[in-house]
T-cell receptor, first 114, second 113 residues
């Protein structure tokens, strides 16, 4: 039982390049989330999904797209990276009902955009 | 109104001492208040959580105190250990909507041996 895994762990992009971050969970959770973490700002929600095939915008969605084609996977895409997207990205998942409140986080992806 | 304020930004405590981190919120619709612990290079992990129908919850050396009227809650770490050195985030969520988590900016705790 690996929990929540993220690929890659580190990445350096040039401005304008694109990339996809992959999140996978093996807990059969319905809900999945993408956050970004910046110094002094806590975690901010980018996009989330309440089930396979569904996605919705969070607090800071601009410049990102997501897809949830399979229940266990949640992909975060950057179509044209900008230096402002330099951050640590965390994926999380949670169950339904009262279990929605218990979010399990992955180890993070550190992205640098030059 | 969605903000969760957290203080202090950083905290240094001697081994065996008590660490106290405070959070405050405005939105009275929040109904779940978790604390997350994050070690360097790792993702946040749920430490302890409380709902507004109780004023205190204790799990081992970790206690949440909740003051509904003041809209404040705090984390107390008793007998602090060097292994507790981490960043702690408070958060708040609205009923049945996990996607509505709002996180505080974090407190970096250092426990000196």
């Amino acid at each position: 039982n690996a929990g929540v895994t993220q690929t890659p762990k580190f990445r350096v992009l040039k401005t304008g390049q694109s990339m996809t971050l992959l999140c996978a969970q093996d807990m059969n959770h319905e809900y999945m989330y993408w956050y970004r973490q910046d110094p002094g700002m806590g975690l901010r929600l980018i996009h989330y999904s309440v089930g396979e095939g569904t996605t919705a915008k969070g607090e800071v969605p601009d410049g990102y797209n997501v897809s949830r084609l399979k229940k266990q996977n949640f992909l975060l895409g950057l179509e044209s990276a900008a230096p402002s997207q330099t951050s640590v990205y965390f994926c999380a998942s949670s169950g339904t009902g009262r279990k929605t409140y218990e979010q399990y986080f992955g180890p993070g992806t550190r992205l640098t955009v030059t | 109104q969605q903000q969760v304020k957290q203080s202090p930004q950083s905290l240094i405590v001697q081994k065996g001492g008590i660490s106290i981190i405070n959070c405050a919120y405005e939105n009275t619709a929040f109904d779940y208040f978790p604390w997350y612990q994050q070690f360097p290079g790792k993702g946040p992990a749920l430490l302890i959580a409380i709902r507004p129908d109780v004023s205190e919850k204790k799990e081992g050396r970790f206690t949440i105190s909740f003051n509904k009227s003041a809209k404040q809650f705090s984390l107390h770490i008793m007998d602090s250990q060097p292994g507790d050195s981490a960043t702690y985030f408070c958060a708040a969520s609205i009923k049945n909507y996990g996607q509505n988590f709002v996180f505080g900016p974090g407190t970096r705790l250092s426990v000196l041996p």
